[in-house]
């Protein structure tokens, strides 16, 4: 029973280009949820997904950065046009249920923008 | 003021202490609670929940104030493979969960 699978773990990007970080959940798992880590800082919430709906996105900075969770396939976090203050550990976590406060993470993709 | 806030440490304490953390939170209306563990930016991991009554598993000890807003960590006997970054974890409302800065605790030989 695989965990949640975060790739790819290291994204070189230099400034400009678009970054996709892909995360597929825990088998079962319908919910999915984005955290970013700034170095010596705490994981901050961008975006709650459930399959197909964004439920969420109050943590999500309101331009270039978007997510998605199609039927089929994983997660994507799409960063368009990187600037160096997206280098960041992003991670990924994946849910039972609704209610369920218990979160799987994956070994996050670590971004650096150049 | 934060969500939720935590002293970052970092806490040095000796092999075999008990060292105990808090962490407070902003809005009462909250509903559960957690403390997740985080190593060497890995992942965090779930360490335990924390109930109303407290809650025991082995050497650690979570309890939960309403009253003043806090939440508590105790661990007790402590060992060299403790030495983490301890993160409190909110449910504010739904399913968002807000992490706390975490507090790094290296415990020495």
């Known amino acids: 029973n695989a965990g949640v699978m975060q790739n790819p773990r290291h994204l070189v990007r230099r400034r400009g280009q678009e970054a996709r970080l892909r995360c597929s959940p825990m088998k079962g798992h319908s919910h999915v949820y984005w955290y970013r880590q700034l170095p010596e800082e705490g994981l901050k919430f961008m975006v709650y997904l459930q399959k197909e709906n964004i439920i969420d996105e109050s943590g999500m900075p309101k331009e270039r950065f978007s997510a998605e969770f199609p039927k089929e396939g994983p997660s994507i976090l799409r960063i368009q046009q990187v600037v160096r203050g997206d280098s960041a550990a992003y991670f990924c976590a994946s849910s039972a249920g609704a209610t369920s406060g218990k979160l799987f993470f994956g070994s996050g993709t670590q971004l650096s923008v150049l | 003021r934060k969500e939720v806030e935590q002293d970052p440490g970092p806490f040095n304490v000796p092999e075999g202490a008990t060292v105990a953390f808090n962490c407070t939170y902003s809005?009462?209306?909250?509903?559960?609670f957690f403390w997740y563990r985080q190593d060497c930016r890995k992942e965090p991991k779930l360490l335990m929940s924390?109930?109303?009554s407290g809650n025991e598993d082995g050497r650690f000890t979570a309890q939960l104030n309403r009253a003043s807003q806090y939440i508590s960590l105790l661990i007790r006997d402590s060992k060299l493979s403790d030495s983490a970054t301890y993160l409190c974890?909110?449910?504010?409302?739904?399913?968002?969960?807000?992490f706390g800065q975490g507090t790094r605790l290296t415990i020495n030989p």
């Open positions: 809005n009462s209306a909250s509903q559960s």
């Open positions: 924390v109930y109303s």
């Open positions: 974890v909110v449910n504010i409302e739904a399913q968002k969960l807000v």
